[in-house]
């Protein structure tokens, strides 16, 4: 199964667009996150969407993907999005690599 995970680093969180990854679970939104374009070509309703916390290490929540919507470019021109998820449920920690500096990645979930 195909799922984005979107890393949510504690660190910094009161930066721009980066928000506790609690909140994140309960609204349902990831706000302001790049992904790259041949990761938007996988995602299909019904797949699912992973917020991780690899920087402490200790949060995960899975839910399900709804829709994406285009949120103002990063300042390095690089489109940013807003990520819709559904029915997020705390899940035990566990380690999946992101790929790309934007903290995003599409795997396939085992």
């Known amino acids: 199964m195909k799922a984005l995970v979107i890393n949510v680093p504690g660190n910094r ?7 506790p990854i ?3 679970a309960k ?3 990831a706000v302001g996150f790049i992904i790259a ?6 995602l299909a309703q019904g797949c ?4 991780v916390d ?4 200790d949060k995960r929540y899975e839910g399900e993907f709804v829709k994406i919507e285009t949120e103002e470019k990063a300042r390095n021109g690089r489109q940013r999005y807003n990520v819709h998820f559904k029915s997020a449920i705390a899940v035990p ?17 085992t």
Not at 13 to 19: H, S, W
């Open 48 to 51: 699912k969407v992973v917020l």
């Open 93 to 109: 920690y566990r380690y999946d690599a992101v790929k790309r500096q934007t903290g995003t990645s599409v795997i396939n979930l």
């Open 54 to 57: 690899n920087y402490n290490r």
């Open 37 to 42: 374009d041949e990761d938007l070509e996988q």
């Open 22 to 24: 609690d909140d994140m």
């Open 27 to 29: 609204d349902g939104k």
């Open 13 to 19: 969180v009161g930066e721009p667009y980066f928000v």
